[in-house]
């Protein structure tokens, strides 16, 4: 819009406080802090990117698409970036704007004259002066993104883009936006009969269409301010071109509002990772179809992550600190306990041809126009977010039919480019694939913890959204967190719905969006809710058309590991765990609906087909949703083990119930609840309340060592499948014999003693010497791994005196001197006998196989041993051992006194120093 003169005034003074620049340079490793309310300085869209550059990084901010790094930088070497401020409220604006409106402030009437592409050319009358009253364009395109317009605006485009508005606004400009809206739609488009008030200027609004001019009348708004500052409502794109977790892009947001009209107000792209720090409160609003917070596939192939890892002061929060935040924002408490709690509002804006931008994720000017609506790659980590989505599209994840995270098909454990949530307190108006006209988007969603509530409102809580044709699918695995999913148009938590069935195509209303969800972990705890769906599950269609195909999703659902559910509700006959409703027969036999469900070491609260189709049919509580038709081709396995459905009845003081012969009772309304002739678990029912007769279809249930409902008391159902089992016993350990359950794994057995160890014999591994001992080893004959060692003492010497004052070692061939320094063996004649010496420690042996023999040797020889370490002297024959402590013969003598320690077979062992007798001394 062209502004008058006093307006033209305010925009040039902000524009020329902006030419004001810092000069300063900037360090080699810097922070910047961008204040969004500074007009000095924001004078254009903000820019900032990341670059290689050589063998690091370099980052740039541009303003308006001119370098302006320097005039951020704040002087601190730390490479953080701060975004603040509020893009609506420049003080430098709203001072220029009040000096300009100071005279003619009020018109009756003003009119407004564009180009096609927003350049104002004239701009008629005079304005009101009050605060924050923007130029608004005719309600029939300024209602639009206004959720209160007047009611006389309600034959309205929201409506006209909803599969089940009212006849009475089929009329309208929604069905634009639907290629096959019926052909009377497009015809009152331009009835003659029309509201005349749009139709007045009709002639001079075609002359200035070819002229690429729009005229339209305004409301004025009541002070210049709001005018300027809707010119000022710059944003920030954060662009990170270079790849690798090192090399993310680190931003923070510290109380930083930013909104745009028609710009998404943050938008993330580039090659390479972008952190987001949130520091106070934060809010992204952005226009169009774009995003609040937008990362779309097309543009960023990086990972975006949202974390709150710091408090105000910029300090780091422990991880229990973190968990005491979590939990106190979600008991509403105030003061300390949330002082450092960061938070982002983001919503995403609204197009004219009835499609919106996620809160966070995927986002375009206009969906038909060839922008990317998908996003991936998206972890929340921490903080308070709140994130809704516009028009048909998720509050986290994709946008205008886009998918919301995707699972790497090769691999499907990894689950990197999911829509992650780690932490935090999360409100989303869904979390996963955005809805659209023909197919709804997939969502790919992992939950590992956290706070949160999701409430689709064009698709499921969490997973696919809906479609017209054919329903998102939902691939969701959750391991932890308090999660409350509710689908308004598919399941709780897994796929899409599908339930157009306007112009009365037969082809509308297909499939609804299949669900494969992994629910484990002790410290899950669920409730989900679906209106077009299961609870947990598939989406559920709907077409008043027998021909052609309606069938309701498959679900794949595994419960597991500690896992609760308090309470899973499906809705439109969807079951409560399991697939969505349908038609119960496919001619084709092409497709199946198929409900797969395990819960294995878990517990089920409650869950039950709340509301029926529209075909009047209700889903299990768990199994099967609703069947339309008198025949079913579906295939249900209902597989629960050690699992408690249901929950036993608690007394005043917590303690459970139970009547008068032992049974537990079951707390009323819970359990898997069966309705209108649904099972509690196994099979929907049909428009008749009953069980459509099988046509190549299975129906198997398995309920084994789990607690069930039994009226009105809980049961113990069993449902073994035994397998005989024997673990032989070892030689050391106990075996058993029994048998075990391959579904439970309960087990009974008895127990095989061990069988102890069967012994060979000894064998000598190593050999012992002269000096050094041996080796000898026995092996068990049951198990060879089984071996036992023990040492052989050393053989010692074997000498043979030489006559020349050596001797020589038989065994080895050592030779040493000994002259009259080593005692000798001699026999009864006195002659040299062999021998073999050794000494262990202070003991030192003689050995020789005689049964008569003397060792003999004079009192110097056993001084000079025992300046050698001996301190006892042993004589060793066939039969006798004795010995003698070589100080008690020394003290018996003061010379070269010559000994005779002498055995004679059997008899005791004599000891004579010279001819004196001392046996006493002798030791056995």
């Not at 300027?228 to 954060?238: D, E, G, L, P, S």
């Not at 903080?383 to 048909?392: L, N």
């Not at 003991?843 to 009192?859: E, F, I, Q, S």
Request: charged letters at 25%; hydrophobic letters at 30%; glycine letters at 16%.
């Amino acid at each position: 819009m062209r502004l008058r003169k006093n307006m033209k005034r305010t925009a040039a003074a902000a524009l020329a406080l902006s030419m004001a620049v810092s000069t300063a340079a900037v360090p080699a490793s810097a922070g910047y802090n961008i204040d969004m309310s500074d007009a000095t300085k924001i004078t254009g869209d903000v820019e900032i990117k990341q670059e290689a550059d050589g063998s690091g990084t370099k980052i740039t901010i541009s303003v308006d698409g001119k370098d302006k790094t320097t005039d951020f930088s704040d002087g601190k070497e730390d490479d953080k970036i701060t975004i603040t401020g509020d893009n609506t409220k420049s003080a430098a604006t709203t001072t220029a704007a009040a000096d300009a409106a100071k005279d003619d402030t009020k018109a009756p009437e003003t009119t407004v004259t564009e180009n096609k592409d927003g350049t104002v050319i004239s701009y008629t009358g005079e304005l009101d002066a009050q605060p924050d009253q923007e130029v608004s364009r005719p309600d029939s395109q300024n209602d639009q993104n206004d959720p209160e317009a007047d009611q006389k605006n309600q034959g309205d485009q929201a409506d006209q883009n909803d599969p089940e508005a009212d006849q009475k606004n089929q009329g309208d400009q929604g069905d634009q936006g639907d290629p096959e809206a019926d052909q009377n739609d497009q015809k009152n488009q331009s009835d003659p009969e029309a509201d005349q008030s749009g139709q007045k200027n009709q002639n001079k609004d075609s002359e200035d269409a070819d002229a690429g001019i729009m005229t339209y009348e305004a409301p004025a708004p009541t002070t210049l301010t709001s005018a300027v500052a809707a010119a000022f409502r710059n944003v920030i794109k954060i662009i990170n071109n270079v790849a690798g977790a090192e090399n993310a892009l680190n931003i923070t947001l510290d109380n930083a509002t930013i909104k745009s009209d028609s710009k998404a107000a943050m938008k993330i792209s580039g090659e390479g990772d972008v952190n987001i720090e949130l520091n106070h409160s934060n809010v992204l609003t952005s226009g169009e179809a774009h995003a609040g917070l937008e990362k779309n596939d097309k543009d960023s192939k990086g990972r975006l992550t949202i974390r709150d890892d710091l408090k105000n002061d910029g300090t780091a929060k422990t991880g229990e600190e973190k968990k005491a935040e979590e939990d106190a924002v979600a008991a509403g408490e105030t003061g300390d306990a949330v002082k450092d709690v960061g938070s982002l509002t983001a919503t995403g804006g609204y197009s004219v041809s009835g499609y919106g931008g996620a809160g966070i994720g995927g986002g375009c000017e206009d969906c038909y126009s060839g922008g990317s609506t998908s996003t991936s790659s998206i972890v929340i980590n921490g903080g308070k977010i709140t994130a809704t989505g516009g028009e048909k599209a998720a509050g986290i994840g994709g946008s205008a039919g886009g998918y919301g995270g995707r699972v790497n098909r090769k691999d499907p454990d990894d689950r990197s480019q999911t829509i992650t949530i780690n932490g935090g307190n999360i409100e989303a108006a869904g979390i996963g694939g955005a809805s659209m006209y023909n197919n709804g988007g997939n969502g790919s969603v992992t939950i590992t913890g956290g706070h949160i509530k999701s409430e689709g409102k064009y698709g499921a809580g969490i997973g696919g959204g809906w479609g017209g044709y054919i329903g998102g699918d939902g691939d969701v695995l959750i391991t932890g967190g308090v999660i409350e999913a509710e689908g308004l148009r598919g399941a709780g938590i897994g796929g899409g719905g599908s339930d157009y069935d306007r112009n009365n195509d037969p082809n509308r209303g297909s499939l609804g969006g299949d669900a494969k969800v992994k629910i484990r972990g002790k410290n899950t705890i669920i409730k989900a809710e679906g209106h077009l769906g299961a609870g947990i599950g598939g989406g559920s269609v709907y077409n008043p058309s027998i021909s052609g195909l309606h069938n309701g999703g498959s679900a794949e659902i595994e419960i597991t590991d500690g896992a609760t559910v308090k309470e899973a509700v499906g809705g439109t006959g969807g079951a409560g765990i399991g697939s969505g409703a349908g038609d119960g027969f496919d001619h084709l036999y092409v497709y199946k609906t198929n409900a797969h469900v395990t819960i294995k070491n878990a517990t089920v609260e409650v869950a039950k087909s709340d509301s029926p189709s529209k075909s009047n049919t209700y889903g299990a509580g768990i199994g099967g949703g609703g069947t339309r038709g008198h025949y079913w081709f579906g295939e249900n396995v209902i597989t629960i083990i050690n699992s408690v459905i249901g929950r036993i009845k608690l007394d005043q003081n917590g303690n459970r119930e139970k009547d008068a012969n032992g049974n537990y009772l079951l707390d009323s309304g819970t359990g898997a609840l069966g309705t209108h002739g649904s099972e509690g678990i196994g099979r929907g029912a049909n428009e008749l309340g009953e069980m459509s007769e099988i046509l190549d279809g299975k129906n198997d249930v398995i309920i084994d060592n789990s607690w069930v409902p039994d009226g009105d008391k809980m049961k113990q159902e069993f449902n073994h499948i035994w397998h005989d089992t024997e673990t032989l016993p070892t030689c050391t350990e106990d075996g058993e014999k029994g048998k075990v359950c391959s579904r439970c794994g309960m087990k009974e057995t008895e127990k095989i003693p061990a069988l102890g160890h069967a012994w060979g014999a000894w064998t000598v591994t190593t050999p012992a010497t002269c000096t050094n001992e041996g080796v000898e080893t026995r092996i068990c004959n049951r198990d060879p791994s089984h071996v036992e060692t023990r040492t052989i003492p050393a053989t010692g010497h074997n000498w043979v005196d030489n006559g020349n004052g050596t001797h020589t070692c038989t065994n080895c061939g050592a030779t040493e001197a000994f002259g009259a320094l080593e005692l000798r063996v001699v026999d009864a004649e006195g002659m040299n006998k062999s021998f073999t010496v050794s000494q262990n420690g202070t003991l030192r042996t003689y050995t020789g196989a005689y049964d008569t023999a003397t060792l003999t040797g004079d009192l110097n020889t056993l001084r000079y041993l025992q300046d050698h370490g001996a301190q006892t002297i042993q004589f060793v024959t066939n039969g006798q051992t004795s010995s003698f402590d070589i100080n008690d013969l020394l003290a018996q003598g003061s010379g070269s006194e010559v000994f005779y320690l002498t055995h004679r077979g059997t008899e005791e062992p004599t000891l004579l120093l010279v001819e004196a007798d001392h046996s006493e001394l002798v030791k056995d």
